[in-house]
């Protein structure tokens, strides 16, 4: 794809007097923007798939208008306005690719053939079905990466959780938000669903569709698989933290934990009351109280 690409910047380049059309445009759009920017839940509408939807615009109104070098989508690229786009970088555009970009918007966004190849849509897996990274990266991408990466609109990933890559997602630096094979235990699953708060997205609601819930839980349930389908590996000793309603013995809204004699117990409450769970992964996948108190 990066070959491909690097002779449509060449053509572009070559063919600067006239400036480049949406064919060479938008096999960029598609490597680096559409797994955002496409279906029905683009963010603010935006579609940068092709060229009527780039022309459309997003609820906010145009992004791009011939001749108009201080367009909202060159200052995103630029980083000019925040968040810089796309949302996954660093690395973000080059200046070559941003400047291909900027010759079309300047040549008056010409549609042109538009014959570059349109990436397969992913078929979203029905209840049952394997769930591999790839067909949730673009729920995290398009709703939390905003926020969760390096490129975060408030400064910084809140709590140093990144969700822009599937590395990033399961990392374990301050406390591990995914437990491979437990999603009661995994605090993505516990913000999306309102169990923990904030609730998440922060900006909700609203909150995420029912069925992107859905396929989350079920990616963290079926072992947090990579793209090639291989279960993540279990982050052992890695440190969890859980604050709900209990719900049974050793147990916080559905997530259960042991306790032994090294656990310190502090005022646990009852069926229903509040408490706080601070635990460890163990090498079997479980989770191991290091303290249990009431809040």
């Not at 997003?58 to 306005?81: C, H, K, T, W, Y």
């Not at 005022?267 to 992964?281: F, L, N, S, Y």
Request: charged content about 25%.
């Amino acid at each position: 794809m990066r070959a491909a690409l690097a002779l449509l910047l060449m053509a572009g380049a070559a063919s600067a007097q006239e400036g480049p059309d949406f064919a060479q445009v938008g096999a960029l759009f598609q490597e680096r923007c559409v797994m955002c920017h496409s279906g029905s839940d683009a963010p603010l509408g935006l579609h940068l798939d092709s060229h009527a939807g780039v022309m459309a615009g997003s609820e906010n109104g145009p992004v791009a208008i011939a001749g108009d070098m201080a367009s909202p989508l060159l200052q995103r690229l630029r980083g000019e306005a925040e968040p810089r786009m796309p949302l996954d970088g660093p690395p973000f555009l080059s200046e070559a690719e941003i400047a291909l970009v900027s010759d079309w918007v300047a040549a008056g966004m010409p549609e042109g053939a538009a014959t570059f190849a349109a990436l397969p849509e992913r078929v979203r897996p029905a209840p049952g079905e394997d769930v591999l990274w790839p067909d949730v990266e673009p729920i995290f991408l398009k709703v939390c990466a905003k926020c969760h990466s390096d490129n975060s609109k408030v400064g910084g990933p809140p709590e140093g959780l990144r969700l822009d890559s599937y590395e990033h997602a399961l990392a374990a630096d301050e406390r591990v938000a995914v437990v491979p094979g437990n999603p009661e235990m995994s605090e993505i699953w516990r913000r999306i669903t309102g169990l923990s708060d904030p609730r998440m997205p922060f900006d909700g609601p609203p909150w995420l569709p029912e069925d992107d819930v859905r396929l989350i839980r079920d990616w963290i349930a079926q072992g947090a698989r990579a793209a090639d389908g291989t279960p993540a590996p279990l982050p052992v000793g890695a440190r969890v933290r859980l604050r709900g309603a209990v719900t049974g013995e050793n147990e916080i809204d559905g997530a259960r934990f042991a306790v032994d004699g090294g656990t310190r117990l502090d005022d646990v409450p009852g069926i229903g009351g509040k408490a706080e769970m601070r635990g460890e992964v163990q090498p079997d996948g479980s989770i191991l109280a290091t303290r249990y108190r009431g809040r």
